[in-house]
């Protein structure tokens, strides 16, 4: 399975034209995609394929997924959130079903302990083979039992234009990455990964 998966910078970021232009060139069997705002629901208009989004309360934009043929069985996974008042609402992240394995779609929060925790929950709430995916926000490394770092190892995420980060990752359990690289910026501050995934 060929996964990219792409911060889109919700103000002035990626259109629905920006993800097309990469989807044909690129030929993924699924794409995910964070910060995706209500200008990609024309996506299927561009590319085909179905569009699946799940949106967050208090939040104007949402995590998607899009594949090019066939429909997905998706849910949600609530993640632990500060309930220090003015900090971010709760998080959610998008579960992707397939037979036999998991893919789950992911932006977790700035804070470093407190995305760990979301990895963590996830990782004990989903049974069997499983792929992380998408914008950790972590710095350093992560470790969690079972898991391996497949994600590539370059710079995903410039912040200010000056501080290099590799925010965007994927971890998996059980499963098998052949390879990973990331792709050119676009019209976000994050750069786009791609991941071929063996389940």
Same mark, same amino acid.
């Given at each position: 399975?060929?996964?990219?998966?792409?911060?889109? !910078?919700?103000?002035?970021?990626?259109?629905?034209?920006?993800?097309? /232009?990469? *989807?044909?060139?690129?030929?993924?069997?699924?794409? #995910?995609?964070? %910060?995706?705002? %209500?200008?990609?629901? =024309?996506?299927? =208009?561009?590319? /085909? @394929?179905?569009?699946?989004?799940?949106?967050?309360?208090?939040?104007? +934009?949402?995590?998607?997924?899009?594949?090019?043929?066939?429909? !997905?069985?998706? =849910?949600?996974?609530? !993640?632990? +959130?500060?309930?220090?008042?003015?900090?971010?609402?709760?998080?959610?992240?998008?579960?992707?079903?397939? %037979? @036999?394995?998991?893919?789950?779609?992911?932006? #977790?929060?700035?804070?470093?302990?407190?995305?760990?925790?979301?990895? $963590?929950? *996830?990782?004990?709430?989903?049974?069997?083979?499983?792929?992380?995916?998408? &914008?950790?926000?972590?710095?350093?490394?992560?470790?969690?039992?079972?898991?391996? &770092?497949?994600?590539?190892?370059?710079?995903?995420?410039?912040?200010?234009?000056?501080?290099?980060?590799?925010? &965007? $990752?994927?971890?998996?359990? &059980? #499963?098998?990455?052949?390879?990973?690289?990331?792709?050119?910026?676009?019209?976000?501050?994050?750069?786009?990964?791609?991941?071929?995934?063996?389940?």
């Amino acid at each position: 399975m060929k996964i990219v998966s792409w911060n889109l !910078l919700y103000r002035q970021g990626a259109a629905a034209a920006d993800i097309a /232009g990469i *989807i044909e060139r690129q030929r993924p069997d699924l794409f #995910l995609m964070q %910060e995706a705002t %209500e200008g990609i629901d =024309s996506l299927p =208009s561009h590319a /085909g @394929g179905q569009l699946y989004k799940l949106p967050w309360k208090g939040k104007s +934009y949402a995590l998607g997924a899009w594949v090019p043929q066939g429909h !997905l069985t998706t =849910s949600s996974l609530e !993640l632990p +959130y500060s309930k220090v008042p003015g900090k971010f609402p709760p998080r959610v992240a998008q579960v992707l079903s397939f %037979e @036999g394995y998991s893919i789950v779609n992911v932006h #977790l929060s700035h804070g470093q302990l407190l995305n760990r925790r979301q990895l $963590r929950k *996830i990782a004990k709430s989903i049974e069997g083979p499983l792929a992380i995916i998408g &914008d950790f926000n972590t710095l350093g490394p992560v470790v969690m039992r079972g898991f391996k &770092d497949v994600g590539p190892r370059q710079v995903t995420h410039m912040a200010k234009k000056v501080m290099p980060f590799r925010l &965007d $990752r994927c971890f998996v359990r &059980d #499963l098998k990455c052949q390879n990973s690289r990331v792709l050119e910026r676009g019209r976000s501050d994050h750069r786009p990964i791609v991941l071929h995934i063996n389940p």
